[in-house]
């Protein structure tokens, strides 16, 4: 066997255990982000806030459908009557998002964890990122499907981001106050008390 030969083999053992070894640290974030979801033994979720923020993500999201879908018809014949196109898609995203935005801020108003509508955000967030590289992968080679589908990405769900998550953003800022730590020992929690 010549040098060449066994510097090649080398090289692939190197690869293959570089490649075991990222696929063990991905199978390991995996479990560890899908663990936030599984129930302690007292039948409650490990991360009450992944799981109610993960929940609350599919109500924002049919909220924001429910709104485009209602909303824009009767705006139309007030849109129709401003000149520049651009202009009048925005005002009518800007306004189904806002419309949107006052449950949001009912619901961070009443909740006991501020959180909730921020990570909530974040949740639709991630959504609209997997739908965008998706949607590109898919129309890879059509140019003009790509610019249709941007403009539709950019005016129902671009800009519902844009005004959600820097609202919650500041809500959660403002109003959140980490819990401060309990000077008691942790057996003194479970311990019944009259």
Not at 21 to 39: M, P
Not at 154 to 169: E, N, Q
Not at 185 to 191: A, D
Request: proline letters at 4%.
């Amino acid at each position: 066997m010549d040098h060449d030969e066994i510097y090649r083999r080398a090289r692939e053992a190197e690869k293959a255990q570089a490649g075991k070894k990222r696929k063990e640290k991905r199978a390991a974030r995996e479990k560890k982000f899908w663990r936030a979801f599984l129930f302690t033994e007292d039948g409650k979720p490990k991360s009450g806030l992944g799981v109610y923020t993960f929940c609350m993500s599919f109500v924002f999201l049919a909220l924001y459908i429910v709104s485009f879908m209602l909303l824009l018809d009767p705006l139309e014949p007030l849109l129709t009557r401003i000149s520049l196109s651009f202009l009048s898609n925005l005002i009518g995203s800007l306004i189904c998002s806002l419309v949107v935005l006052l449950p949001c801020w009912l619901i961070h108003r009443f909740a006991k964890d501020k959180r909730l509508m921020f990570g909530t955000y974040l949740w639709l967030g991630g959504y609209g990122i997997v739908v965008l590289i998706a949607e590109l992968i898919l129309l890879r080679s059509d140019s003009e499907a790509i610019l249709h589908f941007l403009s539709f990405f950019g005016w129902f769900m671009l800009v519902p981001l844009l005004t959600g998550i820097p609202f919650t953003y500041l809500l959660c800022r403002r109003d959140h106050k980490p819990q401060a730590a309990s000077t008691e020992p942790e057996w003194k929690k479970y311990v019944n008390r009259r």
